[in-house]
């Protein structure tokens, strides 16, 4: 079976640690990071399905050019931007580089997880389609997934 892969990307460690701490307690797979570059090495390793990821980090990486990064590497993860900080232009900045939604900490642990719930399911629908097409591939040009045999049009 299939489970929930959640990437936490704070620098903030008790705040990273408390939300993978409650996470896991509802039985889903979460993993807590401090940068962007950890989380860019997270993402080269492991697929998820969702990334809830701090804009403002110390460090090589802010939170928008992680996202930019995250989007290059597993394109169709969706990421909830969390900031401290409400700063409308760098949340614009996010959504325009693919960000699902941006949350303002403090954040109730049940919005959280109904935006998370949400993402999920967008993620969830786009994979459907694309599992939909390759099917649909199959069923109509056989020999694009399976290659041309020697054998083909012969009896067995």
């Known amino acids: 079976m299939n489970t929930f892969r959640i990437l936490v990307v704070d620098d ?12 896991k ?7 807590g990071v401090a940068s962007g570059e950890d989380a860019i090495q997270a993402l080269e390793d492991e697929l998820y399905d969702v990334v809830l990821l701090d804009i403002k980090m110390p460090g090589g990486m802010d939170g928008i050019e992680t996202l930019r990064e995250i989007k ?16 409308v232009e760098t949340s614009i900045e ?16 049940d919005d959280l997880l109904n935006k998370m719930a949400q993402a999920f399911q967008k993620k969830a629908a786009h994979d459907s389609k694309i599992r939909d097409a390759k099917i649909q591939e ?16 012969k009896d067995f």
């Open 25 to 31: 307690k509802r039985n889903l797979h979460a993993i």
């Open 12 to 23: 903030e460690i008790d705040f990273q640690e408390t939300i993978v701490n409650r996470l």
């Open 138 to 153: 199959l069923i109509r040009y056989p020999s694009r997934v399976f290659g041309q045999e020697e054998e083909d049009g």
């Open 94 to 109: 996010g959504m325009k580089q693919g960000a699902f939604d941006y949350l303002i900490k403090p954040v109730k642990f």
């Open 72 to 87: 290059r590497i597993q394109p169709l993860v969706e990421v909830l931007l969390l900031t401290g900080h409400a700063s």
